[in-house]
């Protein structure tokens, strides 16, 4: 019998077979869900998104009007996309170089969602930002035929101001539409009324599907930041960091390696330290018996010598040492021609009881390695 407590590799499978099955079974399901949800898109006012901040129900909404909508997301792509119709620029920010003033001469009609200060000086100069608010329903209080068609509508976020008569401006100033002598440019304040989960309140599609749909062709221009045009404007972190900053850090870094120059320790040769005490292997084997008589572990000392004999029988029968003592047993009694009941008692026997069992039981290991010495 033996007493190893150590984990084999069936106990380790049995313990972890659950969880691996509970891990597969998770990855399994992620992998259904993204091959059931095929090629779509991801992103905030993505006309292919489904998420809350898409705007995948407009697009939908457009196109069932007849509208043609083309996607793109670099400058190249929507220089390609051609002239004349809508072109919906989601964070003109994000547009490299003067991108916005060569397509906004190239399109009827532009629309800016919550453009910036270099936004606008590139498409109306005439049109400041002034300030930012909270997004509420609010009154159109214009003419402009979208809100009017509209009415009510979830608007806010970005406030504008200009000088230019012909400008007319809606829903707080959150809303400004200029003609031009190319064409009609619309500023928006926020793209709240054009995604998917705020689409049903108020009169947000009537407001999207009027603002996008007035030309049967839409660019629906969504910038991102991996733009290739976007390399040349691009910095290394390196240089993002102020100058204070890189001094600080260099003084601190030249602080560090003194004070560990300082404290380090100081290495030199291995001293050898003299062991307090020497305690012979023969005294601690006999304090260990001691210890089993004090505490009446007969049986416990008995399988402590059964599977020292295994082991060194194990090492003199060219066994494995993950062999099983039924193992050892039949090559002890192949070896010296015991019966297995002999040997399987002596090697495998029930645990003793008493000293004078476990005296028998020691005689008995000996004279079994003894043979096989001798086989």
């Given at each position: ?20 099955a509970v891990?597969?079974?998770?990855v399994l ?5 993204v091959l059931s949800?095929?090629?779509q898109?991801?992103?905030?006012l ?6 809350p901040g898409g ?5 939908h909404?457009?196109e069932?009007?007849g509208?043609e ?6 400058l ?9 119709g809508t072109?919906?620029?989601?964070n003109?920010?994000?547009?490299p170089?003067n991108?916005?003033?060569?397509l906004?001469?190239r399109?009827a009609?532009?629309?800016l969602i ?7 000086a590139?498409?109306?100069p005439?049109?400041?930002?002034n ?7 609010l ?5 402009v035929g979208?809100?009017?068609a509209?009415?009510?509508?979830t ?7 200009t000088?230019?008569r012909t ?8 809303f400004?539409?200029?003609?031009g002598?190319?064409?009609t440019t619309?500023?928006?304040g926020?793209g709240t009324p054009?995604?998917?989960d705020r689409i ?13 749909g ?5 660019v ?15 910095k290394?972190?390196v ?11 260099l003084?601190?870094?030249i602080?560090?390696?003194?004070f ?9 040769p ?11 292997a023969?005294e ?5 018996a001691?210890l ?6 007969a049986g416990?000392?008995?399988e402590t010598?059964?599977?020292a004999?295994r082991g060194?029988?194990r090492t ?7 062999a099983?003592?039924s193992?050892?047993v039949?090559?002890?009694c ?10 399987g ?6 645990p003793?009881r ?6 028998r039981l020691?005689d008995?290991l ?5 043979e096989?010495?001798?086989?």
């Open positions: 019998m033996s007493t190893s407590v150590s984990p084999d590799l069936q106990r380790i499978w049995r313990g972890a077979r659950v969880p691996l891990l597969l079974l998770i399901t992620a992998l259904v869900l949800r095929g090629d898109t991801s992103g905030d993505e006309p292919g998104s489904y998420e705007s995948h129900a407009l697009a909404l457009l069932q009007e509208v909508i083309s996607a793109v997301h670099t190249a792509e929507a220089r390609e996309a051609g002239d004349g072109l919906l620029v989601t003109p920010d994000l547009v170089g991108g916005l003033s060569e906004s001469r399109v009609h532009l629309v919550a453009p910036g200060p270099s936004s606008l590139q498409t109306v005439s049109v400041k930002v300030g930012s608010g909270g997004e509420r329903v009154e159109p209080d214009c003419t979208a809100a009017v509209a009415g009510t509508a608007l806010g976020g970005g406030h504008y101001r000088g230019d400008a007319r401006l809606c829903y707080q100033a959150t400004v539409q200029l003609g002598p190319s064409g619309t500023v928006v926020t054009l995604t998917n049903a309140d108020e009169g947000n599609a009537a407001f999207g599907m009027r603002l996008l007035d030309h049967p062709r839409l629906w221009y969504v910038p991102s930041t991996a733009d290739p045009a976007l390399a040349s404007r691009q290394p972190f240089e993002l960091i102020p100058p204070g900053w890189r001094y600080g850090a003084t601190a870094g602080a560090v390696v003194l560990a120059l300082w404290r380090a320790r100081r290495l030199g291995v001293v050898r330290e003299p062991l307090p005490i020497v305690v012979r023969a601690t084997a006999e304090g260990r001691r089993y008589r004090r505490g009446g572990a416990h000392a008995g010598l059964r599977e004999a060194r029988l003199r029968l060219g066994l494995p040492r993950e099983e003592p193992a050892v039949e090559t002890v192949a070896r010296t021609g015991r019966a297995a009941a002999d040997v008692a002596v090697l495998c026997g029930p003793v008493d000293e004078p069992a476990l005296v020691a008995e000996d004279r079994v390695e003894r096989v010495e001798r086989s």
